[in-house]
């Protein structure tokens, strides 16, 4: 008896080179856009940082080895102020771990991916972080966050 041979297994978790970091929601008020990750029973994980580089301040929810970060915008001109004017509050990114940010850039920029900009800027808790840009993303818009040595990756 002749069958379809099994697909692959996927790669072991320990073996790819990313791991999700955060998922970014945009919310015009860090209070009521918690209020649904608090009824989850989610903690923030320290206190409240504003990253004047991307005019946010951050509120983050622990979840797994991950985070639910809330971005609320600190000034009009802040790209989350223009986000929320055009599409509302919601999903705003989504940022995979990597270990080393200058190197993947590279990697990618070669194989024609697009950046927001074009150096590594800062993020929060002392991270460097990279955007790719929404249509290279198929429509999302992809950060890539280094964190300090000795601090996950
Ligand atoms: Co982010």
Redesign the pocket.
């Known amino acids: 008896m002749t069958g379809p041979l099994p697909e692959p297994l996927p790669a072991p978790l320990a073996l790819t080179h990313l791991t999700l970091?955060?998922l970014?929601i945009a919310t015009p008020d860090l209070e009521s856009g918690s209020a649904p990750y608090l009824a989850l029973g989610l903690h923030p994980e320290g206190p409240d940082e504003t990253v004047e580089g991307q005019g946010v301040r951050v509120r983050a929810f622990v979840v797994g080895g991950s985070l639910i970060?809330l971005?609320s915008p600190t000034r009009p001109d802040s790209p989350v102020a223009t986000f929320l004017t055009r599409r509302g509050a919601g999903l705003?990114?989504l940022?995979l771990r990597v270990a080393d940010l200058d190197a993947e850039m590279e990697r990618l920029r070669a194989a024609g991916a697009v950046f927001l900009n074009d150096e590594p800027r800062a993020?929060?808790a002392g991270t460097r972080?990279a955007f790719l840009h929404p249509k290279w993303g198929a429509g999302t818009l992809i950060?890539l966050?280094e964190h300090p040595a000795g601090h996950g990756a």
Do not use: C, K
Request: glycine share 8%; proline share 0%; hydrophobic share 40%.
């Open positions: 970091d955060h970014a970060e971005l705003h990114h940022a993020g929060r972080v950060e966050v």
